[in-house]
């Protein structure tokens, strides 16, 4: 079976420190990595896409990806009280399908 | 771009009555969208894959018959819930995959449902 796993947290930073959010997947050949953020009563919002190994950044954002280690890590530097939410990584297989496995999520609150 | 729409955004309705909700990709084409179940303080739960012109692929334990979903074109989805009862209210995502930008896929913002 498939797995994505996540600590659920909650994982709480002072605002302006960095956030760090684990992943790790069980399948390995696993082709594309999404990070969604997720607020609460609201559906998922897409932040994050990486599919090769290494760091990719986008603003305050960096995915993090090691296929070898089948992990992925996003960093959230300059945290605020806005990415209070819960972060969510997702995984696809590849080989034509595009259906998301998703963990269950890492609650981050960022404390003014 | 790559926004996906819902309506509506929230519904009420009775007993025993059927709900349809639209799931829209607005400025790009999705031969396949997903729609998803997901209630309080739970994980999304994908409930079935609509492609374009066929039928959808329904997860399981999910009841094709009760979930109707029709994808008639490369832009439109719809969820139509039959003989809803109390047991099926709670919130419904589709999102929609959007094959020219890496197979990402986006989330509409959600339908709430509530049968009384």
């Known amino acids: 079976q498939k797995e994505v796993e996540q600590n659920s947290g909650p994982l709480s930073v002072p605002e302006g420190a960095i956030a760090s959010l684990n992943c790790t997947y069980s399948d390995r050949g696993s082709q594309s990595f999404f990070w969604y953020r997720q607020y609460s009563g609201k559906s998922p919002e897409l932040i994050m896409s990486i599919y090769s190994n290494g760091d990719k950044e986008d603003g305050r954002f960096t995915a993090q990806l090691n296929k070898a280690s089948q992990y992925v890590s996003l960093l959230i530097r300059d945290s605020q009280p806005s990415d209070s939410a819960t972060y969510l990584c997702a995984v696809t297989p590849g080989a034509g399908s595009y259906q998301l496995t998703f963990g269950k999520g890492t609650k981050l609150s960022v404390i003014p | 771009g790559a926004v996906v729409s819902q309506h509506p955004s929230w519904v009420i309705c009775k007993s025993g009555t059927s709900v349809k909700i639209e799931c829209r990709s607005l400025?790009?084409?999705?031969?396949?969208m997903f729609w998803y179940r997901q209630f309080p303080k739970q994980s999304l739960m994908l409930m079935a894959t609509?492609?374009?012109?066929?039928?959808?692929?329904?997860e399981q334990g999910v009841e094709k018959d009760k979930f109707l979903i029709n994808h008639a074109s490369l832009t439109l989805s719809t969820l139509t819930v039959t003989s809803a009862h109390p047991e099926d209210s709670s919130f419904y995502i589709c999102?929609?995959?959007?094959?020219?930008?890496?197979?990402?896929?986006?989330f509409g913002p959600g339908t709430r449902l509530t049968v009384l």
């Open positions: 999102s929609a995959l959007a094959s020219g930008r890496n197979h990402e896929q986006f």
């Open positions: 609509s492609n374009e012109g066929s039928k959808a692929t329904y």
């Open positions: 400025d790009f084409q999705a031969t396949t």
